[in-house]
């Protein structure tokens, strides 16, 4: 029993880090797709709202 709560565990930790490491992608992509938007966004608006 013990045995296998070490190996439950071994396998959450792992499946926690991995979710993890998922997680802070999608996050980080997403905000760089924001403030890339919101960058071209502001450069048009400088430039006169051609286009």
């Given amino acids: 029993m013990i045995d296998l709560l070490i190996e ?3 396998w959450l930790a ?3 880090m ?3 490491f ?5 996050v980080q992509e ?3 797709k924001r403030r ?8 048009r608006h400088e430039s ?3 286009g």
Avoid: D
């Fill in 8 to 10: 439950y565990r071994h």
């Fill in 36 to 43: 890339l938007r919101r960058m071209a966004r502001e450069c």
């Fill in 18 to 20: 991995g979710a993890g």
């Fill in 22 to 26: 998922v997680w802070l992608f999608v």
């Fill in 14 to 16: 792992g499946t926690v």
């Fill in 48 to 50: 006169g709202q051609e």
């Fill in 30 to 32: 997403v905000a760089r």
